[in-house]
């Protein structure tokens, strides 16, 4: 569906996309995830065409950025960070402008107000002027204007930026229901957000692609260590780690600062295929310590993205 080789972008001497390479299927939601000022704005607009690539090639089915611009744009709906709207017009007479900027005839314009108005849930404001929206309501407009020629791809820059929960949950729900019949690429540095709601994530960092995949098989590529807590009553430190030191696939055992100092708080690192909790259970009832608690951690994509994306 679309095909990204060598994608470079500079600002005068400052490179903000450093030959960025990705194929992206049709009918997959990709989010772009990196901290702020790593890319992912400049990536969206050449995307879109907005702004020329200063080297590389972009390509949408079987047009290339440059040559057909116009022809990759109108297949593509594009949600900069900041919605463009014109805040004195009520949404209805809004939306009707953006159709007939689309050229529509009457009768598809009014169909399709009222298939947006349902989609992005619009029908109580829609004789309301923007200007009196709270963000989530503008947010929505503005992905109506997006999406009203019906485009094949959607782009869609920060969409939930500055949003309150319950306005995240809903727009997060539209974008997955649009999303089961179109390509959307998303941009955003809330890692929640992105595990939510994209089926990949490409995390970008000083213009790079440094990780692309699956949530699982990024924590899967990461490494295989992990985390093990335990909570002991009557148990000596010394006495556990020295028991502990005979499981293969440890690689660390730590006494943690006590929340309550009549329990011993145990983090225990293992890198090793194997899952050694049965082990680790069978040492602490044969000790005759209480186990009070257990629990193990993998790699959480928040580790991984800071370790990704830290500074050099």
């Not at 990204?4 to 990705?22: K, M, P, Q, S, W």
């Amino acid at each position: 569906m679309i095909h990204v080789e060598n994608l470079t972008r500079y600002y005068d001497d400052f490179c903000a996309v450093d030959g960025i390479h990705l194929d992206i299927q049709k009918g997959e939601i990709l989010g772009l995830l990196g901290p702020n000022g790593a890319g992912k704005t400049t990536t969206l607009r050449m995307l879109t065409g907005y702004l020329q690539p200063t080297a590389g090639q972009i390509q949408v089915k079987d047009f290339t950025i440059g040559p057909d611009t116009l022809e990759i744009k109108k297949r593509i709906g594009y949600l900069p960070e900041s919605a463009p709207l014109y805040h004195d017009m009520i949404v209805y007479d809004y939306l009707n402008y953006v159709a007939d900027i689309r050229e529509m005839t009457n009768d598809r314009k009014l169909s399709r107000i009222h298939e947006l108005a349902q989609l992005c849930g619009l029908n109580t404001v829609m004789h309301k002027t923007i200007g009196e929206l709270s963000k989530g309501f503008k947010q929505r407009v503005g992905l109506a204007h997006a999406l009203m020629n019906d485009p094949e791809i959607l782009v869609l820059d920060e969409p939930t930026s500055g949003l309150d929960p319950n306005q995240i949950v809903e727009i997060r729900e539209i974008i997955r229901k649009i999303g089961r019949e179109k390509t959307i690429i998303l941009s955003t540095h809330i890692l929640s957000e992105a595990e939510a709601t994209c089926d990949r994530i490409a995390i970008i960092h000083q213009g790079k692609i440094v990780a692309d995949g699956s949530t699982q098989s990024i924590k899967q590529s990461a490494g295989k260590e992990r985390t093990i807590y335990i909570t002991l009553d009557n148990a000596d430190f010394e006495a556990v780690r020295r028991q502990l030191e005979t499981v293969g696939g440890i690689v660390r055992i730590e006494k943690l600062a006590p929340a309550d100092a009549d329990f011993l708080d145990i983090k225990i690192t293992v890198s090793s295929d194997a899952d050694i909790r049965k082990e680790i259970y069978r040492i602490i009832r044969q000790a005759d310590w209480l186990l009070l608690e257990f629990r193990q951690e993998t790699q959480t994509l928040e580790h991984i993205f800071r370790e990704l994306t830290l500074e050099n």
